[in-house]
């Protein structure tokens, strides 16, 4: 298992990690979720002691990972920058990480098979695509057969192929009892692969749950209305007690609303609608709800949908995340019974 606790790492004025604590369970895949410039990639780092904690401390096993004999063996990284000498074969850069670290030369071809490289083994790695260039480093991280695997955005720059490969390959590796810890920067991605998320912006932990609790609380449906008569409308809606949020180009939402009951509601009272329909935020838009404070780049000055209210609050959209924190912002939580 991989233990964090408080772990904090700065570079000069950047706090790059602070004071990041969670576990990475063990048997499934943790997606380790969070916007370019989060830390992932710097945990990542200290988690392999390729990088110094400036505070708090790392564990694999209850071991720093310099301390771990023979640590191809216990955690098998495929990081972002690509670490092979190009004028080796496929093969032989295998083959010398295997000598340099006590594992039985057979390996190499078992891995090279599990990675679909066989066929290019003796071909050297300066004429590899991406593609191949991953799996050849995916090839390299379970070499020492290692109870751990840890894949830093592994899927950035593949063909549907390729992301579709590396998918399958991690659960698999998740079905055999490994641990399998995986960073990215999309929520999509994570959706498809995960059972279980840590989500992080500006270094700080966002939110450390399963997948099916963050899809729980981020599934929030609304009832979208569009009508030419907006003051009976809201009329209508306010004696029958329903809050209402502005929605995108005049429309109005309401968070939790019954379909029926509003169309109902809109005829009782004679007002027109030109809208009524079911919305559902994505878990896209809930993961950029949950980290737009902590964005580095801003494209716009806008990060939510274009229905949050007039005070910029992410109105119920944002909900499900702070629950997760366990730390409700006053005006951002839905209203129940709506
Ligand atoms: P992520 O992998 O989530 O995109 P990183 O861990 O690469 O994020 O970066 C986190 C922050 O630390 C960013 O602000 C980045 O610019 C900074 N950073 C990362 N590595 C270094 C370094 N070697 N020197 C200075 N700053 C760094
Ligand atoms: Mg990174």
């Known amino acids: 298992m991989i233990e964090l606790h408080e772990l904090t790492k700065r570079y000069g004025d950047t706090l790059a990690v602070d004071r990041l604590s969670f576990q990475v369970p063990q048997g499934v895949v943790t997606g380790f979720l969070g916007p370019n410039g989060a830390g992932k990639s710097t945990t990542m780092r200290m988690i392999l002691d390729l990088d110094r904690p400036t505070g708090g401390t790392v564990t694999i096993d209850g071991k720093r990972y310099g301390h771990l004999k023979e640590p191809l063996k216990y955690i098998g990284a495929l990081l972002e920058a690509k670490a092979v000498h190009p004028g080796r074969t496929a093969h032989d850069h295998l083959l010398w990480l295997a000598q340099s670290n006590r594992i039985p030369a057979a390996r190499v071809s078992e891995v090279l098979d599990l990675v679909g490289l066989t066929s290019v083994a003796r071909k050297r790695s300066r004429g590899f695509s991406l593609g191949m260039g991953q799996r050849l480093g995916i090839a390299s991280a379970l070499l020492g057969d290692p109870e751990i695997v840890m894949f830093d955005e592994p899927v950035n720059g593949l063909d549907p192929e390729g992301i579709l490969w590396i998918r399958n390959l991690m659960k698999r590796l998740a079905s055999e009892g490994r641990t399998v810890f995986v960073s990215s920067h999309l929520m999509s991605e994570m959706a498809l692969t995960a059972d279980h998320l840590v989500v992080i912006g500006r270094g700080r932990l966002l939110a450390d749950l399963s997948m099916p609790e963050f899809i ?27 809050r209402v949020e502005g929605g995108p180009e005049g429309s109005y939402e309401v968070v939790d609303g019954d379909l029926a009951k509003l169309g109902e509601l809109a005829a009782a009272s004679g007002v027109v609608l030109h809208e009524l329909s079911p919305q559902q935020a994505s878990l896209e838009e809930a993961f950029m709800q949950m980290t737009a404070d902590s964005v580095e780049y801003h494209a716009g000055g806008s990060t939510g949908r274009p ?32």
């Open 216 to 242: 729980r609380q981020n599934s929030r449906t609304a009832v979208r209305l569009r009508t030419p008569q907006p003051e009976r409308l809201l009329d209508a809606l306010d004696s029958a007690g329903i």
């Open 307 to 338: 229905g949050t209210d007039a005070a910029g609050a992410p109105g119920a959209w944002g909900a499900g995340w702070q629950a997760a924190k366990g730390a409700p912002t006053p005006g951002t939580q839905p209203k129940e019974g709506d």
